[in-house]
């Protein structure tokens, strides 16, 4: 099959509709749910691609630190955390944080980057916790969001270093540097508007 | 190669009509209304416009790493400013501050000042403040707030990127003419916005 062939599936992929099709394991739903909820708000959405940005900027042998600081921290997050709690304006501080870091002195104060992973991590964990219901039902939520949270931050830090390594020019880095600052700058303002009240936000 | 590659583009073409689905416009208010109204703001103030190409222009006046360097402090110390707006923190003379930031960089870019890159980082923030500052109190309220910060984030992002486009033409003599020339427009345009001409 050639690759315009191959192509000419796409559109069909990128059309599809909702499927009504019953769930094969009752309460299964939740999960898909729950994997989609770490980038249901813009806090936890800037916030994601913040992490993502900061540990692409580290090298191969310390981006292991994050990724075992991240899923710890979810779940601690999980554990922890509780579903009427307001985390949006911790959430977009985290967020700046990170993506200043991320744009000033990307590859450098790693245990720093490393801390901020984590409490990201907590942050998005606790972001998670579903409202009150079937134990086994917010289990299957929170379980979605874990593996969500996680692939997400897996394939933002892949996407990023697939950009690397395929496009070797000085304004790749420089280009991700200012998505950082751009994304950071979004962050502090939602923040600012959160805290100016319900009535700017 | 041609006439499969016609053809995959008519299957595509097809696939997607038949794919269609209704189309819910807007009203100009949510996510859409909030995007456009960000983005057209940095854009459709011409002090704002002048100040951020010069904020590129310097930079790649510079040559590395100014070229990068402050258009990354720039909308990190801008949203500071915007946050002083939103939450009613009063900063005086803001349109001053504003006219004179196209000024004085403009000025930069004319003289081919050299400063340390620290120097040149703290100029730019500075002015920056008062641009954030702008954005921060003019926010339309019936906007999607998050749209209005992406768009306007952004733009100023490309502003910077068309200034740091021409700026890249310092390279040639010729150009290095002409890039000191766009500095001494931007000036006179300052010098425009701060006396009330423009």
């Known amino acids: 099959m050639t690759r315009a062939w191959r192509l000419a599936w796409l559109p069909f992929l990128l059309g599809a509709g909702p499927a009504f099709a019953h769930s094969p394991v009752p309460g299964l739903e939740g999960f898909y749910i729950g994997m989609l909820h770490p980038f249901s708000t813009p806090a936890q959405a800037l916030l994601m691609v913040g992490m993502g940005l900061l540990a692409s900027g580290y090298a191969s042998e310390r981006e292991r630190y994050h990724f075992a600081a991240f899923p710890v921290a979810t779940i601690l997050g999980l554990i922890l955390g509780s579903s009427s709690a307001d985390l949006d304006p911790a959430m977009f501080a985290t967020a700046f944080a990170v993506c200043a870091l991320a744009a000033l002195a990307p590859g450098r104060v ?83 508007l959160g805290l100016a009240g319900p009535a700017v936000a | 190669m041609t006439h499969r590659l016609a053809l995959a583009l008519l299957g595509i073409t097809l696939a997607y ?26 854009i459709l103030g011409w002090d704002h416009v002048a100040a951020m190409v010069a904020v590129g222009l310097w930079g790649a006046f510079l040559g590395a790493p100014a070229i990068w360097i402050l258009p990354v402090v720039f909308p990190l110390v ?47 923030g500075a002015f ?71």
């Open chain 2, 17 to 42: 009509f038949s794919s269609a689905f209704p189309g819910l416009a807007h009203t100009g208010e949510g996510y859409g209304g909030g995007f456009v109204a960000g983005f057209t703001h940095p």
């Open chain 1, 110 to 192: 790693h245990l720093l980057a490393v801390a901020l992973v984590a409490l990201g991590g907590f942050l998005i964990g606790a972001a998670s916790i579903p409202d009150a219901g079937p134990l086994r039902d917010r289990l299957f939520t929170m379980s979605g969001s874990l593996v969500g949270a996680n692939l997400g931050l897996l394939y933002l830090f892949g996407i990023i270093l697939v950009l690397k390594q395929r496009f070797t020019w000085d304004w790749v880095g420089i280009a991700l540097r200012v998505a950082a600052a751009w994304v950071g700058a979004i962050s502090l303002l939602m923040l600012a």
């Open chain 2, 128 to 198: 920056a403040i008062f641009h954030g500052y702008a954005h921060g109190t003019e926010l339309p309220a019936t906007v999607n707030a998050f749209a209005y910060a992406v768009g306007f984030v952004i733009s100023t992002g490309l502003l910077h990127l068309i200034g740091i486009a021409f700026g890249l033409l310092v390279r040639w003599p010729a150009g290095r003419t002409a890039v000191r020339g766009a500095g001494g427009v931007i000036a006179l345009a300052g010098v425009a916005f701060l006396t009330g001409v423009a």
């Open chain 2, 78 to 124: 801008m949203a500071f400013g915007a946050v002083a707006g939103i939450l009613g923190i009063p900063i005086p003379a803001i349109e001053t501050g504003i006219a004179l930031s196209a000024v004085v960089l403009g000025l930069m870019i004319v003289f081919a000042v050299r400063p340390p890159i620290w120097v040149a980082a703290v100029i730019v």
